[in-house]
């Protein structure tokens, strides 16, 4: 188990690298992307937004000072989440898109706290912004707690289409909505309470991997070979799926040290930077 969540990490990264990758290419050709990862329409924001994307993605893959990037990285999500979605979830509080976007950039934004959570940088002394950044960094797992359940309540208010989204060559397709919609619920209290959330997280982390492999990498391919003009959508959703599964096994080898204790954690030297993960 622990040799899998290890791979979180890396996961994550991969998945923020090729949002930022699909975000140079989007801002090249004049897309736009609605959802997680935010592409706008103005060029010159959507290229630095993609460049940021992508360097940090590389740095946390590569862990060159993890710590500090993953706490930019959730503070970044954060503020998109704030703002635009925040007004939009106020205005359309029952518009389940609407919705989604807004818990989606919250729950990659705690994936990235947490992750800083995990890791140490020795220095000379505290930094005056260090308070704000403690106080954003512990806050992740309640994020993230909370990003899970919302997730769950809506997979039962929109069931049928849910369904609809199982390949075909799956059978019993309205039980597969309810065991994910049960999966998102079951695991966002397990980590709210602390209880058994090493293998909620990891178990949903499954979950999303699977998802990736069947559900979305088939719906790339047809995009891809139907030359969909909302193919960057496919794409988009298939790196918020990786970056899920990356963040559950964070969460996961997280809830494992905390348990096990300090004695247990494995040390990486990366320049000045310890990383106890």
């Known amino acids: 188990m622990e040799k899998i969540i290890q791979q979180g990490r890396g996961l994550f990264g991969v998945a923020i690298a090729a949002s930022g990758i699909e975000g140079l290419i989007c801002a090249h050709l004049g897309l736009t992307v609605r959802g997680v990862p935010w592409f706008p329409g103005n060029q010159i924001l959507a290229y630095f937004i993609a460049i940021v994307l992508t360097l940090t993605g ?141 293998w909620a997280a990891f178990l949903l982390g499954i979950m999303f991997a699977l998802w990736v492999l069947i559900l979305h990498s088939p719906r790339v391919v047809t995009a891809v070979r139907s030359h969909d003009p909302n193919a960057q959508n496919e794409w988009s959703s298939t790196f918020i799926a990786l970056a899920m599964c990356g963040g559950c096994w964070i969460y996961a080898l997280h809830a494992e040290r905390r348990r096990v204790g300090s004695g247990s954690h494995r040390s990486f030297a990366t320049g000045s930077q310890c990383e106890c993960l």
């Open 58 to 198: 590389l740095c946390v893959v590569a862990k060159i000072q993890t710590r500090s990037v993953a706490t930019v990285l959730g503070f970044l999500f954060f503020l998109f989440a704030l703002y635009p979605e925040l007004p939009r979830v106020i205005a359309r509080p029952m518009d389940l898109s609407v919705r989604s976007v807004f818990f989606e950039a919250l729950a990659i934004s705690a994936s990235a706290l947490i992750l800083a959570g995990t890791l140490t940088e020795p220095g000379s002394g505290r930094r005056p912004w260090d308070w704000v950044a403690d106080k954003l960094i512990a806050s992740g797992p309640y994020l993230f707690a909370a990003s899970l359940l919302v997730f769950g309540i809506d997979h039962f208010l929109i069931l049928d289409f849910i369904a609809s989204l199982v390949p075909a060559w799956l059978p019993w397709h309205l039980f597969w909505a309810y065991l994910t919609g049960s999966a998102f619920v079951a695991a966002g209290i397990s980590i709210a309470v602390k209880w058994m959330e090493r």
